[in-house]
């Protein structure tokens, strides 16, 4: 069955850096395009990253351009999220996700079941 | 503050019918197809709807999805214990290529 798992959150101060890593299995990676989604303590989901299944090109959002980098190793079927320049407001559960086919718009099919990183001082 | 409005709370007694609403704009659930998951602590976020009414395989046919416009609803019927967790709502939003989500809202079994 189709498994992700995240790992590699950790408390971190503001400006830090951070790298997370999600692990997938039950699918073939290299076919599929993959997200990174946030919920922040008490707060929403908030969409982060999405690369495309080649890793020839990614897209993120407002709130993290710049900062963040997605990159993924198909030969592992690994993601990763380099999280750079960290701020508090970067507190939250870190999720990956699965599209569900190959266009941008298509939906989030599976998730993993997140990593905490917390900014603090 | 986030592009697609729900509402923070719902509930019910346990047999009855709940909705959650989910507005957007025609960049978003005007535009495109909506989805909704269910968060429960600690698990990973699951997909109850895709494409605005579709179940996924597993999923209870007490779970429905609809759109018009630029709004859509998720409904719950038969309501049970089970069903208290957060939903989220979530679509492409067109011409800034990434993907918005709604606030989430709280369901409550009475």
């Known amino acids: 069955q189709v498994q992700l798992v995240e790992s590699g959150g950790g408390v971190v101060q503001p400006g830090g850096s951070l790298r997370l890593s999600c692990e997938v299995s039950?699918?073939?990676?290299?076919?599929?395009?993959m997200h990174w989604v946030r919920q922040a303590p008490g707060k929403g989901l908030e969409w982060v990253a999405l690369?495309?299944?080649?890793?020839?090109?990614?897209y993120y959002a407002e709130s993290v351009q710049g900062r963040f980098t997605v990159s993924r190793d198909n030969s592992k079927s690994t993601l990763h999220l380099q999280l750079s320049t960290l701020r508090v407001e970067d507190t939250a559960t870190y999720y990956c996700?699965?599209?569900?086919?190959?266009?941008?718009?298509?939906?989030?099919?599976?998730w993993g079941q997140g990593t905490l990183v917390t900014v603090s001082s | 503050q986030s592009v697609l409005t729900q509402p923070p709370s719902a509930s019910g007694t346990p047999g009855q019918r709940v909705t959650i609403s989910c507005s957007g704009s025609g960049s978003n659930i005007g535009f495109d197809n909506i989805n909704w998951y269910q968060l429960l602590p600690g698990t990973a976020p699951k997909l109850l709807i895709y494409n605005n009414s579709h179940r996924p395989s597993g999923v209870p046919d007490r779970f429905s999805g609809s759109k018009s416009g630029t709004s859509a609803s998720l409904a719950i019927s038969g309501l049970q214990s089970e069903d208290e967790a957060d939903y989220f709502c979530a679509a492409w939003n067109d011409g800034r290529n990434h993907w918005v989500f709604g606030g989430g809202t709280k369901l409550t079994v009475l």
């Open positions: 039950g699918f073939t990676f290299s076919t599929y395009h």
């Open positions: 996700a699965k599209a569900k086919g190959w266009f941008l718009r298509d939906y989030l099919e599976y």
């Open positions: 690369i495309l299944n080649d890793g020839s090109n990614a």
